[in-house]
């Protein structure tokens, strides 16, 4: 097995609560990320897949450092990029990208283009003018824009071109790895597609590595080599992309695969309805964190309400947080 470009070990992000009143003596806090670890391959794409809160687009954003983990380590090449300072982490950050979700926000609407992404050269390199306006018309060009187009303000262009824009800004510095913050959810249907064609066919020409997140398994699916799925803070379920669709494991998977429409709307699905609302991140439940919706909790009882699963391999590469498949393997 390859060494993984990047690994994640024990990641916790808490977030302090601000109290309603001085007389409030409660010292609570979210559990954003809770004890998340997995490993990215070179030139393979993890795909990322939860509901809305548990905590996907903050595991990317301090994978980047743009929010300092409470605990944990992110190893990149076996160097914990979280204890990186200096000049090392300024040259850290050049192996280490995002694109954001919202086009929209993620560009300076007083800024040009050229602007844009000459920044990072500015930042990072030593080019002179003329070397880094080169640059920029060649980044356009591998994104699918006009080089014409530089000298635009980020108003003029559509939501899916800004977004070409944010991948151009992303690629300038020929990183290693890019954290993908839910990239197309924000585009048109037919948009989509396009984007996701673009950033497989960047990571075949500069042998990429991404951390994919989304919340439209389709996507997941036709990008991803691998897949995590997460669930109130926890990686409850990761393996290959033809293992997890094939044979999902964890009963939260289950349910999230159930859900994907039939091609052929002659075929019927049995969808699993989850019950009940996510609990609070705040007061996240005891015991497994999926218990309270889970429709297998009955089978194995008590421990699921008491005792937090331990991830175990119950097929190569595929590992599982589960009380159904305690004992299975090897604890991972």
Known sequence: MTKPILEIRN???????????????????????????????AGRTMGLVGESGCGKSTLGKLIVRLEDATAGEVLYHGENFLASSGQRLRDLRKDLQIIFQDPYASLNPRMTVQQI????????????????????RQLLDQVGLSSSQADRYPHEFSGGQRQRIGIARAI??????????????????????QVLNLLKRLQREMGLSYLFIAHGLAAVKHISDDVGVMYLGKLVEAAPKSRLFAAPAHPYTQALISAIPA????????RIVLQGDVPSPIRPPAGCRFHTRCPRAADVGE??????????????????????YAGTRSNV
Do not use: W
């Open 11 to 41: 990641l916790v992000k808490h977030y302090k609560v601000k109290k309603t009143s001085v007389f409030d003596r409660r010292s609570e806090k979210v559990h954003a990320v809770d004890g998340v670890s997995l490993k990215i391959e």
């Open 117 to 136: 992404l000459e920044e990072p050269f500015e930042i990072h390199c030593s080019m002179e003018g003329s070397e880094r306006h080169a640059r920029v």
């Open 172 to 193: 300038a510095l020929n990183p290693k790895l890019i954290v993908c913050d839910e990239p197309v959810s924000a585009l048109d249907v037919s948009i989509q597609s």
């Open 263 to 270: 091609p052929n709307p002659r075929v019927k699905k049995q």
């Open 303 to 324: 421990a699921c309400r008491t005792i937090e699963p331990k991830s175990v391999e119950i097929a190569p590469g595929h590992n599982v947080a589960c009380h159904l």
